[in-house]
């Protein structure tokens, strides 16, 4: 049973660099696609990006330019990082193992506000 | 890109099927037979249910399907119960090699 660990909240300033890590228990983050995504408080779901098996990544178009997925076999966790955050960052983010497309497990996401 | 379009809102009485709508374009729905649909409860993660335009996700009930045609897919519950009562999320692969959600519906059971 692969579980994802993801825990705190984050509270953040306009224009510092969002870190969120999903550690993996049950699974090894070398052997699938991962995803994550987020929701702002009341709106939709949004496609933040994914990282394959051997490390290629795709990225939101919108969030492109600022947005890193990487994942860590040392410690076998996932990791985002979002720069130049602002209050439109606002919102919970999840991670899951597998593509948009088709996947199994996810997080219980965590919310990180943007506020000045 | 352009989150694809889904009605804010369906409802419907128990036992009942209700069907859900999702319109993109040539470049995802329609170009892709790669159309997910996610159930998602309040406060909750979201739940793959449907994969690859109309398959169903281990452990899905079988009330729950989905079709596609043209630019436009389709989720229908089939026995409507008060579980079911969830926002529902479409999504496809686009054509720029990313991924794209609908803008999400709300199911009432009434």
């Known amino acids: 049973q692969v579980q994802l660990q993801q825990w705190g909240a984050g509270l953040l300033k306009p224009s510092e660099t969002l870190s969120l890590t999903c550690p993996v228990y049950?699974?090894?983050?070398?052997?699938?696609?991962w995803i994550w995504i987020r929701q702002p408080p009341d709106k939709g779901l949004e496609w933040i990006g994914e990282?394959?098996?051997?490390?290629?990544?795709k990225y939101s178009p919108s969030l492109e330019s600022r947005v890193t997925i990487s994942g860590d076999t040392s410690k076998n966790q996932l990791s985002l990082k979002l720069s130049s955050v602002t209050a439109a960052d606002t919102a919970v983010y999840y991670c899951?193992?597998?593509?948009?497309?088709?996947?199994?497990?996810w997080g219980q996401g965590v919310p990180v506000t943007v506020s000045s | 890109q352009s989150a694809l379009t889904q009605p804010a809102s369906v409802s419907g009485s128990p036992g009942q099927s209700i069907t859900i709508s999702c319109t993109g374009s040539?470049?995802?729905?329609?170009?892709?037979?790669?159309v997910s649909w996610y159930q998602q409860h309040p406060g909750k993660a979201p739940k793959l249910m449907i994969s690859d335009v109309t398959n169903r996700a281990s452990g899905v009930s079988n009330r729950f399907s989905a079709s596609k045609s043209g630019n436009t897919a389709s989720l229908t519950i089939s026995g409507l119960q008060a579980e079911d009562e969830a926002d529902y999320y479409c999504?496809?692969?686009?054509?720029?090699?990313?991924?794209?959600f609908g803008t999400g519906t709300k199911v009432t059971v009434l």
């Open positions: 040539s470049g995802d729905v329609g170009g892709y037979n790669y």
């Open positions: 899951a193992r597998g593509t948009l497309r088709t996947n199994d497990y």
């Open positions: 999504s496809s692969y686009t054509i720029s090699d990313t991924y794209v």
């Open positions: 049950g699974g090894s983050v070398s052997d699938s696609y």
């Open positions: 990282i394959s098996p051997s490390g290629t990544t």
